[in-house]
């Protein structure tokens, strides 16, 4: 009877964490993989490292966020509010080798988060 009920729990355990990994979406999952949460935040509400990423519709098109991701540091020298927020953080945003793919993909996620 115990084992059974142990089967049963874990069976619907599995199910549960299955379907949460299956529904993260690609975006969610590249922000994931490529470690953006360390200095971004799970929730992407930002860390001593970094900040928050939110809204950032009323900042970025999709064209120039994927040109900030290509080269953040070239791109920030060239904008005065990421020049005065980097200044807010011990290390820059990091430059990531990721295809044009995946660049795109990233923009469209974080464009897709609120305040
Ligand atoms: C080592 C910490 C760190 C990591 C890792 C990191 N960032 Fe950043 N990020 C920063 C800092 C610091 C800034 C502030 C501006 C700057 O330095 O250019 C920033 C700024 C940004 C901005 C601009 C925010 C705004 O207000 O316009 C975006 C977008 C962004 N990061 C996305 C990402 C994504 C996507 C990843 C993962 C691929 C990532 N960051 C990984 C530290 C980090």
Known sequence: MI???TTIFCVGLLLVLGYTACSTSPGRRIYIDWGCVRCHGASLSGSTLGPPLKGLRSVWTREALVRYLEDPQAYTQKDPRLKALAARYQAPMPKFMMDGETR???????LAQSE
Do not use: N, Q
């Open 104 to 110: 795109r993909m990233l923009a469209e996620f974080l």
């Open 3 to 5: 084992l059974r009920v």
